[in-house]
């Protein structure tokens, strides 16, 4: 019954940025983690950031100071704001929920692309 909408995605040059969005929608009680994920044709799926019930946030070590992810709980959604953007960052992101029962959910991904 949850589904995650992602949204954001787009071209944009070296060192601009993007925001962005993931939407959840359905029965949703108690959330464990909240995160962002990303991953290149002929790589594994990468964790980029994450932020727990607590509000406590870890981030990859590739984008340390450039990403910040944060929620909005009275609306469901959650962002990721990157800045100074490399090549290197092209990727489909994708937006995950874990909910308390460990149940995980995905969104279909919206593609990020880099220019130099």
């Known amino acids: 019954q949850v589904q995650l909408v992602e949204s954001g995605g787009g071209l944009v040059q070296a060192g601009g940025s993007l925001r962005l969005s993931c939407a959840a929608s359905?029965?949703?009680?108690?959330?464990?983690?909240v995160a962002w994920y990303r991953q290149a044709p002929g790589k594994e799926r990468e964790l980029v950031a994450s932020?727990?019930?607590?509000?406590?946030?870890n981030y990859a070590d590739s984008v340390k100071g450039r990403f910040t992810i944060s929620r909005d709980n009275g609306k469901s959604t959650m962002t990721l704001q990157m800045n100074s953007l490399k090549p290197e960052d092209t990727d489909v992101y994708y937006c995950s929920l874990r909910l308390s029962t460990a149940m995980n959910y995905w969104g279909k991904g919206t593609l990020v692309t880099v220019s130099s």
């Open positions: 359905g029965t949703i009680f108690s959330i464990s983690a």
């Open positions: 932020i727990s019930r607590d509000g406590s946030t």
